[in-house]
C-alpha cells in the first residue's frame, strides 16, 4: 500500500489566529529594529517560523499500520489497529489537537487515548482506514 498524505483542513478561525499572530510578531520586530532593540528578534524569529511550520506543514500520512501526524514542531504516529472509533464533527473534543480546523474527526485509540485532527479529503481519510481495520466505528 502506498502513502496517503491529508493536508488539514483550514478554518476561519486557525486563519485569524495564526495569520494574527505572524503579523503581530512582524510588527513587533520592525519596531524591535526601529527601536534598536534587536534581542527580542530572536524570540520573533521563532514565534513567526513555528507559527508558519505549522501553518504549511499541518498534515496526516496513512501508512500501511500507522497514522502519522505533523503540526509544525509535533508529530507523532497512531496504530491504525488500535483505532476503536472514529467520531465526526465532534467540536467538543478536547485533547490533542494537530488540526487547523474546528470541522474534523476525534479518533479513539487504545484503551484511553484521543486525538482530534481535520484531514482534508474526510470521508476519503476514512475509508482507507477502515480497509486497514474493519472494526474502526464512525458516528456523526
Known sequence: ??????????????TLAIWGEILFFTSLGILAIIGKCIIVLPVVAVVI???LWAWFGTSYIIEET???YFCGP???RI???AIIKIKKHDSSYAGIRPAL????????YSRFDKIWISPEREEEFISILQKI????????
Open 49 to 51: 517560523m513555528l507559527s
Open 133 to 140: 481495520n474493519p472494526n474502526i466505528e464512525v458516528y456523526e
Open 79 to 81: 496504530l491504525i489497529n
Open 66 to 68: 500507522h497514522i502519522k
Open 101 to 108: 480546523s474546528g470541522d474534523g474527526l476525534g479518533i479513539s
Open 1 to 14: 500500500m502506498s502513502k496517503n498524505t491529508f493536508k488539514s483542513k483550514k478554518d476561519r478561525t486557525a
Open 74 to 76: 509535533f508529530r507523532g
